[in-house]
């Protein structure tokens, strides 16, 4: 998802398949998901999918077969399926709660409750069966609720075959044709699929514009569509010389079909989302990294020269930071990833993004590092974004404000300071939310977008002040070691890193994600050599402070939180533990004190600087 602008402040494994892909064949070997000794399980699907898609009318027939495999302990009497593009009608939920939002997107607003019967979206399944048994269903808004003729039991497989029928909605958000840019079709969230079952049962929000959450699997899908459109997006193209348009071998010779249009076949091996764009008017270019990747770049040849020549120096800084996120975290499994122009901002999907092109430099740079970031977060480490966020947005920040500091070299001593300013903006305005409430129901998308972007991102920059840079680092690339291709939870990103660090972090998940506890110490009073801080705010912290002597030395004392039961790696002096029952701590120097900072970092997220130095 593209950065949020709020109030003129910028807001900012393992693998359970193997993946052997040449330019035409993919082999894909999948096993039951289980984590050793710790009870873990995850619902498997494989999809089949054969679209034909009408060009002028924008609507698609479709058939579907889902081998659905029922990893868990339970017997299951129902399943149900997302149907996206029911949102996009007037009445939906979608439609009431963005006209009735104090703040909604300015992309929706009332542009849903506007569309004619030829401009709304729908998925209409006609048929469903269950191992070749016809099943009760009935289409509730954006889910498809079934009764199963015989529960699927623990270990069991089963096969759904479909028929639907659908209608691409007018663009207005992420998915649909015709945007603003003139790009056709942006085919996110298209076909009916099957809601996420786990731990903690179904996951079947209604679709209201935010987050996902998918099963993991494999899919085959065979597209129909106009000769001259060009496509691009999940997966690998398998029949490259028979659609051509770019992904053809050049030393062969093209085999294409008579008539009018031409079939795509695209296999994706273990993911949890499929998705693609398509123009008349694409450019397709494909930037070969040396570790074997293909980048692919789609977008339009009617953009003005400044954008073409944007898109072009885009392809190697794309490999750049294809290059960073696998180093800083793990090393991106499969061999191809698309960057194409489409939706309305910028949204991230398996495989490949979309990103509106009309963009400057800075801009376009942004939101592809941004989105490519997601790669890893949320997708490869599918958390619940419906659920959780801040783990898929928040963490996307806060690797890509990295990235594009190096890559760009813009020198920055903290690249999250936009982070920073846009939590204290709703904190100092009272309408902060904890991370813990649902995405899609936040009172604002203001207290949404802060919280899942700019505080989702200070979990980790602010952690880095906690157990120190280095730890954090480590635990990042410990978390996609050991959840990459899971549903991981905001108690495995904490006990990660308390593995890495061997600190105690319950507290600080507790504080920073289930309220809205506040972090304010100030400096109390200075006296000689005797220093007496107090804790303001309801959340307690470990405190760096540095003192500067009437000689000009400085000395960084770092003061622990009990509750940790230790403290970062650190060349500060270590003094006694501060506990949390305690609202004040005096200690005394060696030295007459001229001045004293606390926490001369600026990592530590406290809402009131004016009482953290004395004698500045």
């Not at 998918?214 to 028979?242: A, C, R």
Request: aromatic share 12%; net charge neutral; hydrophobic share 30%.
């Amino acid at each position: 998802m593209k950065k949020i602008i709020l109030s003129l402040l910028l807001l900012p494994v393992i693998s359970c398949a193997t993946v052997n892909s040449t330019k035409n064949k993919t082999i894909t070997k999948t096993k039951v998901h289980k984590q050793s000794n710790q009870g873990y399980w995850q619902q498997h699907v494989d999809y089949t999918m054969d679209i034909d898609m009408n060009v002028k009318t924008y609507q698609y027939k479709g058939t579907q077969k889902l081998v659905y495999t029922n990893n868990s302990p339970d017997a299951l009497n129902k399943v149900f399926y997302h149907l996206y593009f029911n949102a996009f009608q007037p009445n939906s939920q979608m439609d009431v709660r963005s006209r009735n939002i104090q703040d909604p997107d300015r992309r929706v607003g009332d542009r849903i409750s506007k569309l004619s019967p030829s401009e709304i979206g729908y998925i209409k399944v006609s048929s469903l069966k269950q191992n070749g048994s016809v099943v009760k269903h009935e289409t509730v808004g954006t889910i498809l609720e079934v009764t199963l003729n015989k529960p699927i039991q623990p270990g069991e497989s089963v096969t759904f075959d479909m028929i639907f029928d659908a209608q691409v909605p007018k663009q207005i958000r992420r998915s649909g044709r015709n945007s603003a840019e003139g790009v056709a079709l942006s085919m996110t969230q298209w076909y009916p699929k099957m809601a996420e079952y786990d731990f903690e049962g179904w996951h079947t929000p209604p679709y209201l514009g935010r987050e996902f959450h998918g099963v993991w699997g494999n899919f085959d899908v065979t597209l129909h569509i106009d000769k001259n459109y060009v496509v691009g997006g999940t997966g690998y193209v398998q029949n490259p010389q028979e659609v051509g348009h770019g992904y053809e071998d050049k030393t062969k010779p093209l085999n294409l079909p008579s008539g009018d249009k031409l079939t795509w076949k695209f296999t994706a091996p273990n993911v949890h989302d499929f998705t693609w764009g398509a123009d008349l008017e694409f450019i397709h270019d494909t930037y070969k990294m040396d570790n074997g990747i293909d980048l692919h770049f789609l977008y339009k040849k009617t953009l003005d020269a400044e954008y073409l020549e944007n898109w072009k120096k885009l392809q190697p800084k794309t490999a750049e930071l294809m290059k960073y996120f696998s180093e800083h975290i793990g090393q991106y499994p499969y061999k191809q990833y698309s960057v194409i122009q489409g939706g309305d901002g910028g949204m991230e999907y398996a495989m490949c993004t979309l990103i509106t092109g009309q963009r400057k430099w800075g801009s376009l740079f942004g939101v592809t590092a941004h989105e490519l970031a997601h790669t890893w977060f949320q997708f490869l480490l599918a958390t619940n974004e419906s659920k959780h966020p801040w783990m898929d947005e928040g963490f996307t920040t806060y690797i890509s404000n990295k990235a594009e500091n190096e890559i760009l070299g813009e020198g920055k001593e903290n690249p999250h300071a936009g982070s920073y300013r846009g939590y204290n903006y709703v904190v100092k305005n009272n309408i902060e939310e904890p991370l813990t409430t649902h995405a899609d129901r936040y009172h604002t998308n203001t207290a949404y977008g802060v919280a899942s972007y700019s505080k989702g991102n200070i979990f980790l920059s602010q952690l880095e002040y906690i157990i120190g840079k280095e730890n954090v680092a480590k635990t990042l690339k410990k978390y996609f070691e050991d959840f990459s291709f899971k549903h991981p939870t905001p108690n495995d990103i904490k006990r990660t890193a308390e593995r890495v660090s061997g600190l105690q972090l319950d507290w600080y998940l507790n504080e920073w994600t289930q309220t809205t506890h506040i972090i304010d110490y100030g400096i109390k009073s200075v006296n000689g050599k005797e220093i007496t801080l107090e804790r303001i705010g309801q959340m307690p912290m470990p405190i760096d402070v540095e003192v500067t002597y009437t000689d000009g030395s400085k000395e960084l004392f770092n003061i622990p939180l009990r509750m940790m039961r230790g403290e970062k790696p650190t060349n500060a002096t270590v003094i006694t533990d501060w506990t949390f029952a305690h609202p004040t701590y005096t200690f005394t120097t060696k030295k007459e004190v001229k001045s004293v900072e606390i926490d001369p970092s600026k990592l530590m997220a406290d809402v009131n600087q004016e009482n953290n130095s004395y004698g500045k």
